[in-house]
């Protein structure tokens, strides 16, 4: 039997080979240290945890909830918005909470989305920004993913020699998996491009509380004066409040591209729990010291792991934001791709990584690092790092000559 049109779209998940390797290495007794996934292990807030076992158990709270979000759920994200941003936003009409921003993504694909529309993606990025609209029938077009003015070079020639033209154009800052974060000044010039070329935009801001310089904060592309008039952005509370389970998240902005996403998701599903959502309205609505704690072990766990991966002997790139360090591969197994590479620091060093080309081709030299374990087991795994590259010229004899799968 043939595979079904969708499923022939997709590769292969990468990420599920590394995951087979390390369930495997488990089961045999290693002690994996896994920086692999963007999985939080902090707490959620107990205030939100409280008002969670407040509201669950009841008649009136387990029965089937709004598809949208609850009206103080949307209220609440959209407070935190003019709070953060200085953006107002109608909560009726420009707040849909969704599943998590990867199920808003996906079903906002669905619903713009027709057969052969050509959409521009950053190479690398988060996979649902492009499977998203592939599953949907799309066509992606790669432009970088760092926000430089080579990035509009690019996106320029993109929207010139695509047929048919773009529909839609895909940004994420911070950005997973590169840390990359935007300024306020360009994301004014990604407005002015979209409406240059008549170009939806789709911003992914699931990383907006994530960031370690106090003084310089991610900011939204809706703080652009006309930016609601082409992009909707996507917000979580996986990150912000450690509450990657509980699967809340939001998309705001331009009313025409939400009640395209809300028409859609009514047929799909009746949205979280309710309880759920009041759980998570107490987190927007409540104290801010949650996040800024969450910032702080972040921050020192990103300083860990700058300060022992140095000294065994593999160069960290500071990020600014984001749970990730998006790390070049060593040069003496960069030939083998970050697949190979990935699987290789399981099986020698008990440390698992997410491989760059997960993200897209362009991201085949990297592997990212997420900040989900404790200071104590990151400098465990900088030890078991250097460890396997010191040993790696008697053990590994091919790995400078290995050819890269393509």
Known sequence: ?????????????????????????????????????????????????????????????????????????????????????????????????????????????????????????????????????LMAGGVIRSVPAEPTPDFFIAAERAVMHSIPKPVALVVCYPSNPTAYVASLDFYRDLVAFAKKHELILLSDLAYSEVYFDESNPPPSILQVPGALDVAVEFTSMSKTFSMAGWRIGFAVGNERLLAALARVKSYLDYGAFTPVQVAATAALNGPDDCIREMRAVYKRRRDVMVDSFAKAGWSVPVPTAS???????????????????????????????????????????????????????????ARNIRKFFDSADQTLHNVVPMVRRV
Do not use: C
């Open 1 to 133: 039997m043939s595979d079904f049109y969708r499923i022939k779209r997709l590769p292969p998940y990468v990420f599920e080979q590394v995951n087979r390797i390390k369930a495997a290495a488990r089961a045999n007794g290693a002690d994996i240290i896994d920086l692999g996934m963007g999985n939080p292990d902090l707490q959620a807030p107990q205030h939100v945890i409280d008002k969670l076992v407040e509201t669950v158990g009841k008649p009136r709270t387990d029965r089937y909830s709004a598809s949208k979000g609850i009206g103080g759920l949307r209220r609440a994200q959209a407070g935190y918005y003019e709070r953060r941003f200085g953006v107002k936003l109608n909560p009726d009409t420009q707040v849909v909470a969704t599943l998590g921003s990867k199920e808003g993504f996906a079903n906002m694909a669905q619903a713009i989305t027709e057969p052969g529309d050509v959409i521009l993606v950053p190479n690398p990025s988060y996979p649902i920004h492009a499977f998203g609209f």
């Open 323 to 381: 749970m990730f360090a998006w790390v070049q591969i060593p040069e003496k197994f960069r030939a083998m791709g970050s697949l190979e590479f990935s699987k290789l620091l399981v099986e020698k060093a008990d440390v698992a990584v997410a491989p760059g080309i997960g993200f897209g081709e362009h991201g085949d030299d990297y592997v990212r690092i997420a900040l989900v374990e404790n200071e104590q087991r990151i400098r465990q795994a």
